[in-house]
């Protein structure tokens, strides 16, 4: 019994050795997430099972960029990469270093490895590279006032600039998560998306935390991206005061003519916020505002 094994276990060998000679061919990038503009290494693991190397070759869909011959003089050679760079310096027949990336080179890649005389086996394998664009600027939150009495519905939305994929964008109050009642997504130039979210909320008093309710608009890309703009909206006082004067609170311990400059400046210190929405102040009694002035500079 035993005798009739072993002759079919080397039989085994002989016919299948070849083909098993080279095995585990796997593309794999670094980083996982690509940032337009920026570098990755595309690596090229295999088994070869100690078979001798032929050729290592690298394509974007079907064009070769790059190809290792260790037999042939020179070893390395490098073919054009549209949308990219080849580094040269740090490429080799296990990586190739690709530079500034651009998102027209997000596609389908593929690193395939063959093997020498005796089996000349190959394998190959792919992997789809995606590159992420992030939003040039940060999002940009509107309240459809300045100021809310208790009871009173706020209604907000946010607008991120364009970024594929498509920023996240949500909306809270005091650290509260806001269900968005609409997001919407619009395509851009060259592929990128910007998002729009509105939510709405009742305002109570208890959401004046130490006489602040804080809105903020984040957006985010996966973990690649981060990035907040705030609201800030105070008690709301029984005695209407001009809104601005309400925005620097310890602004009385000035000196009166201080505190009339300030009065003059804010507007254009306040118009150079970009999240403000200036058009939507409520307009005050320019009497009782030039009343509020004078029981200041005591006139
Ligand atoms: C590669 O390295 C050489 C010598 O260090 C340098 O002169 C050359 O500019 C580098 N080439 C590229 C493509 O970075
Ligand atoms: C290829 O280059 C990488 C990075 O420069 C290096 O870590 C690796 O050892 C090199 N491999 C070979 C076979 O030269
Ligand atoms: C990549 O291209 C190969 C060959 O053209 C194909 O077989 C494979 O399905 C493609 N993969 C993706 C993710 O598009
Ligand atoms: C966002 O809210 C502001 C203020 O209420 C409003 O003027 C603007 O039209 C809104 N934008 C969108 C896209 O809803
Ligand atoms: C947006 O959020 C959804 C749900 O949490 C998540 O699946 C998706 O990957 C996120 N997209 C981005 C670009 O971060």
Redesign the pocket.
Known sequence: MLATRVPLTAIFVILFGGVTSLRDVMLLVEPSIIIRGGTA?LICSRDMQGSPLYSVKWYRGNHEFYRYTPLEEPATRVFGLPGGYVDMN??????V?VRRMDLSLAGNFSCEVTADAPSFATQISYKFIDIIALPESGPVLKADKDRYQPGEVLQANCTSSPARPAANLTIYINEEPLRSSETSFHPSENGLLWTSVKADAKVSSELFIGGRMRVACVATIHNVYKNSSNLDFFTPETDPRPERITLNRSSKAFPSWIFLMFLLLLPMMVMSQDYFEYEDLPSYDEQKYEDTIRSMIGA
Do not use: D
């Open positions: 290494a740090n490429s080799n027949g296990t990586q270093l």
